[in-house]
């Protein structure tokens, strides 16, 4: 029996551009960033995301590490606080949330507590992390297919 590839990539970033951040500020700023790295898509109504990036970035004013069960009530209150919906404050999509922002260097857990990386500002982890490295070994690995398939069909 043949082996069949995994179509898993091991790495996943979409980026959007958007107009210019000015006159943004607080939830819709948040929601716009994760617009722009493809942690939210347009049109999504469901976007706990937004509101465990801006927990967590409150929480590096103050440099706090926080649990699940902390983020969790923290996001809650943001919601209902902003009126929206109680959708996806389950802990278990807080969880699966979490690790979509430590999969883009974003978030680090550090024992059973999360923060921002380092607590260092955003645009440092992206350049450090995203731009430097993830980026370039994925470009890298897209080179080796176009070659790949050059190779097969010239």
């Not at 006159?23 to 898509?41: A, E, F, T, V, W």
């Not at 999969?103 to 999360?114: F, H, N, P, R």
Request: net charge positive; with cysteine; glycine share 4%.
């Amino acid at each position: 029996m043949p082996t069949i590839s995994k179509d898993t990539p091991l790495f996943e970033l979409t980026l959007r551009r958007y107009e210019r951040p000015h006159g943004l500020s607080g939830r819709n700023l948040i929601r716009k960033l994760c617009l722009s790295l493809g942690l939210l898509q347009p049109g999504d109504s469901r976007d706990v995301i937004v509101d465990i990036l801006y927990v967590l970035l409150l929480a590096r004013k103050e440099k706090e590490l926080l649990s699940v069960n902390k983020l969790s009530k923290a996001v809650t209150n943001l919601r209902k606080e902003n009126k929206l919906e109680e959708l996806g404050i389950a802990e278990s999509n807080i969880r699966r949330q979490l690790r979509r922002l430590k999969d883009i260097a974003l978030v680090e857990k550090v024992k059973s507590t999360y923060r921002i990386s380092e607590f260092l500002d955003l645009h440092t982890i992206f350049k450090n992390k995203v731009q430097s490295i993830l980026i370039p070994s994925t470009l890298a690995r897209v080179y080796e297919y176009l070659d790949h398939v050059d190779e097969q069909f010239s």
